[in-house]
């Protein structure tokens, strides 16, 4: 059967598909009112997740069950996305939640359309494959229209809090961790759990060795105790200390980049008002 690998004619039709996703929906609800422009949206988070734990009863996951349940929990940042924005989409009133879904949608869900690490070399029609695009073309298009047309108006003055609610989903993602070793589905020992290229996806515990080269971007704004084990817990081999690590990247890249990824948005806004005045 044919895979999907990066750069071929594969990855283009799902990238292809991911813009159509986008352009068909914003067409149908341009016009709509906002009640059912946050409903329809709110409907697709509900079906992504679904899909979440429905793939449970498909290949690969089926043959590896129970084990495979651990893959509809909260491991990586797309699944917290995945899990949470249905929630999000149930308060009407926007909150910082709503401008960190802007920016995580964005991030997680193009990232994952970008580089489909689960979806390389698996076959390209197949069940998880579909399932794959699907969930991450959701996670970036729904929280991108919900901003064009109006439901949750990524804020400008809010980019301080991009950070610290990053912060909260890597620790949600680290206590998954521990949860999922708790109960069996994973097995590891608490070193395993502190190695970086163990179940690391997210980055929560480490550079992962296939990034080595980011070490060279990051370390420069990791505090020296966040990078050694002074309370001697991992035997007294230098570790990337979970989480807390990410604080000084995560105010250095992530608050830029959400001031670049609202902005549009505070330039629209700023242009109405003048016209009004």
Not at 39 to 67: E, G
Request: charged fraction near 15%; glycine fraction near 6%.
């Amino acid at each position: 059967m044919n895979k999907v690998q990066i750069g071929n004619g594969f990855y283009f039709l799902y990238l292809s598909i991911a813009i159509l996703y986008f352009v068909i929906l914003n067409l149908v609800l341009r016009k709509k009112s906002h009640k059912t422009v946050h409903t329809v949206l709110w409907v697709i988070l509900i079906l992504n997740l679904v899909l979440h734990f429905l793939k449970q009863a498909f290949p690969p996951y089926v043959s590896d069950f129970p084990i495979s349940l651990r893959s509809s929990t909260l491991q990586n940042i797309c699944a917290v996305s995945t899990v949470f924005f249905p929630l999000l989409f149930l308060f009407k009133k926007q909150n910082v939640l709503h401008d960190y879904m802007y920016f995580i949608g964005i991030c997680g869900g193009l990232g994952g359309i970008l580089l489909p690490t689960e979806a390389i070399n698996q076959p390209a029609f197949a069940f998880d494959t579909l399932r794959f695009y699907f969930t991450h073309t959701t996670l970036l298009v729904v929280p991108l229209s919900a901003a064009v047309l109006g439901v949750y108006r990524p804020r400008f003055s809010k980019f301080w809090t991009i950070p610290f609610l990053f912060l909260v989903g890597e620790t949600i993602i680290c206590l998954n961790e521990f949860f999922l070793i708790g109960v069996g589905l994973v097995d590891a020992e608490y070193s395993d759990l502190l190695n970086a290229g163990f179940r690391n996806s997210s980055f929560v515990f480490g550079v992962r060795p296939d990034f080595a080269w980011s070490a060279q971007v990051f370390d420069p704004l990791v505090p020296w105790f966040f990078k050694t084990d002074a309370f001697h817990i991992n035997g007294g081999t230098p570790f990337y200390f979970p989480v807390l690590w990410l604080i000084g990247p995560a105010v250095v890249f992530l608050t830029p980049l959400d001031m670049i990824l609202s902005s549009p948005f505070a330039i629209l806004d700023l242009i109405r008002r003048k016209k009004k005045t």
